[in-house]
């Protein structure tokens, strides 16, 4: 009978834990989170030279301007989006695992990381991720971007930067793809699994055909990026 009771009130717990989910919301955030991805996923990597022409056909540009158009019809996305979710966090704040369930408690996030609000709500997001709401390696992102829009050292080593580096000796300026520097990068694979991050730096380098290399701010500063 006892066994009875405890199945009973534990059915009630799971159905009133899901009646906590806003499910309007919920939906309204994958769509957010889709829309997000939507174009970023035509522009990341490489793209071969027949899908390029077929989106070409698709938007009416010409091969060489389809990223160009795919970025511009991103961006307007995204600024839609941010509006939305700045109002979504105003009414609920952030909308974390027990407002929207998982793995929909990412998409603010992701939103978030890609405006250029993120230090009006980095404070918000880690508050999400210290009462487990979203996942703290989510925090850990948005962390290291923040300390690298602002040229200081990462914490985490989540963030790649692309930019345009002088060779020293040579004058020559070359487009140099590598993970920005990081403090105390002896300890960085530690702090990662504390927060979450699975793969160890060296492995995240290579996952994006990079060879790990512990650059500092004067190596950037000086172009020496190898």
């Known amino acids: 009978m006892k066994r009875v009771v405890w199945l009973f009130l534990f059915a009630l717990l799971a159905v009133g834990a899901q009646a906590q989910i806003n499910k309007p919301l ?19 990597g490489k793209r071969d030279s027949a899908l390029t022409d077929s989106l070409a056909k698709v938007y ?7 990223s160009a158009h795919l970025w511009k019809l991103q961006n307007e996305a995204d600024s839609a989006s941010l509006k939305r979710v700045e109002a979504i ?30 230090g009006q709500y980095i404070d918000v997001v880690k508050t999400a991720a210290e009462k487990h709401e979203l ?33 020293p000796e040579t004058g020559k300026v070359a487009w140099k793809f590598f993970i920005w520097p990081i403090a105390d990068p002896q300890n960085v694979n530690q ?21 790990y290399k512990a650059y500092t701010l004067d190596d950037v500063k000086s172009g020496k990026i190898e």
């Open 135 to 167: 996942p703290f390696a989510r925090y850990a992102m948005m962390q290291d971007r923040w300390l690298m829009y602002n040229n200081e050292p990462q914490v985490y080593g989540t963030q790649l930067k692309g930019m345009n580096i002088k060779n």
């Open 60 to 66: 009416h540009v010409s091969p060489t301007d389809v």
């Open 89 to 118: 966090i105003k009414q609920y704040g952030y909308p974390g695992k027990t407002l929207v369930g998982e793995p929909t408690n990412q998409a603010a996030f992701f939103i978030l990381q890609h405006s250029n609000k993120i």
């Open 191 to 211: 702090r990662r699994q504390q927060a979450g991050i699975e793969k160890t730096i060296e492995e995240y380098a290579r996952g994006v055909g990079l060879t």
């Open 26 to 44: 919920k939906r309204e955030l994958d769509s957010l989170y889709a829309l997000d991805q939507k174009y970023r996923a035509l522009t990341s």
